[in-house]
């Protein structure tokens, strides 16, 4: 009798398939944007408006979906799924940078549209401003998720990376702890580093954090400025 094994109908072991376990919140938020911004309404002027509502919508319904998964995630889990990002350890700051970028081109592109109207309207600085939020929650996040899979993927071979105080190993929220001092301070915490590859991450997060921060600095003299002026 022979003892050869059913096929597989499962696409458990495919490239496809790590790719779409690990990545099905963010594909996920990126079909909310495509629909959302294709539903709105199709005229010139609210280009950017629709930009920036089905980018605040995507961005927010991932950032939910992260925050549910930290939620319900242990040491383990967080050892165990690492693997299925190591294939994206290129593409995540890639995208996470991209993202933050293009949106603030869009804040930009709707400062310059708001500038010729009569008044600044309070809807509009109510997007800028959680359209600005969200897009600096979403980058840290990425980032704190990356140090997770980059400290596990270390972690088989070099010792993790990274030390943190107290000994034990880190879960998710030790991780967006470590980004988002960064993301604020563009500065390490007391969190040692220990890995070069960790190390190129750190300083590649700095820079976007400085640009990011410098950048919404600017923004915010500039509407203040447009705002007095039109008073």
Do not use: C
């Amino acid at each position: 009798m022979s003892t050869t094994p059913a096929p597989q109908h499962r696409f458990g072991n495919t490239r496809l398939s790590r790719f779409l376990q690990a990545r099905w919140r963010l594909l996920f938020a990126m079909v909310v944007f495509i629909v959302l911004f294709t539903a709105l309404p199709n005229a010139t002027y609210w280009l950017p408006s629709r930009l920036l509502i089905a980018w605040d919508a995507g961005v927010a319904l991932y950032l939910t979906l992260v925050f549910v998964m930290i939620l319900r995630s242990d040491n383990d889990r967080v050892r165990r799924e690492s693997p299925l990002q190591d294939e994206g350890r290129i593409a995540i700051p890639i995208l996470t940078v991209t993202a933050g970028m293009a949106s603030l081109a869009a804040i930009v592109y709707w400062l310059r549209t708001a500038s010729e109207s009569v008044s600044i309207q309070p809807g509009i600085l109510a997007l800028l401003f959680l359209t600005t939020l969200l897009s600096w929650l979403f980058i840290h996040m990425m980032f704190a998720l990356h140090y997770a899979h980059e400290y596990y993927a270390e972690h088989r071979g070099q010792g993790g990376g990274m030390r943190f105080p107290g000994g034990g190993e880190p879960n998710y929220w030790d991780f967006i702890y470590f980004a988002f001092t960064i993301g604020t301070s563009t500065a390490v915490s007391d969190v040692a580093v220990t890995s070069r590859t960790i190390r190129q991450t750190v300083t590649a997060h700095s820079l976007v954090a400085f640009v990011f921060n410098v950048t919404m600095i600017a923004l915010t003299v500039s509407i203040a400025g447009d705002a007095i002026s039109l008073k």
